[in-house]
């Protein structure tokens, strides 16, 4: 069994987007940091009623600025937390996770693709980690990253599944990356 989940929402939340002036300062590779928090707004909402979860998972991973202060995850290696003001039933304030780390783990051999280009995989039905790749790199290098030949799908460590599920969050759960299923992952 892997170290490693995914997470998936589960509950029906609108599709959130940062409002189109403001992409260049959330949609980045490289770390930035606004002045103010950046809007994000409600764009398709669900039919039935909803709450505010504590984490979103659109446009990216976002952690309610309340569950965001009683975890310790600021200093994680190759991430940046940026404020957004999530604009939906009132205002809300989340930090939103900036990702530029990767790492390559995905065994080529054992894992089966829908389509492999040019070093880049762009469909899956079976994920293999290799364990040797994965020990190259030291754990603190590895806490939450993306394969570098499948840039998709974020990889949490069972470290940091346990700290954020320790608080019981809505929205949001994390699942063993052995129950992939190519219907939620592309």
Not at 135 to 157: A, E, I, M, N
Request: with cysteine; charged share 25%.
């Amino acid at each position: 069994m892997s170290d490693y989940f995914f997470a998936k929402e589960n509950l029906p939340t609108p599709i959130y987007a940062v409002a189109e002036e403001y992409e260049n300062a959330a949609y980045s590779t490289r770390f930035t940091f606004p002045s103010a928090p950046i809007p994000v707004l409600a764009t398709h909402k669900p039919k039935e009623e909803y709450e505010i979860p504590d984490i979103i998972l659109e446009p990216a991973l976002a952690i309610s600025k309340r569950l965001f202060d009683s975890l310790q995850l600021e200093q994680m290696y190759g991430t940046n937390w940026i404020p957004i003001k999530l604009i939906d039933q009132g205002e809300h304030d989340f930090m939103m996770l900036q990702l530029a780390h990767e790492v390559d783990v995905i065994c080529h051999e054992q894992s089966v693709f829908k389509r492999f280009k040019r070093g880049y995989i762009s469909g899956m039905k079976k994920l293999v980690i290799d364990p040797d790749k994965l020990s190259q790199t030291p754990l603190y290098k590895r806490l939450v990253f993306r394969d570098k030949s499948w840039g998709f799908h974020t990889f949490y460590h069972k470290d940091i599944v346990n700290q954020i599920m320790r608080h019981s969050p809505t929205g949001i759960e994390f699942v063993p990356i052995e129950t992939f299923n190519e219907s939620w992952a592309g």
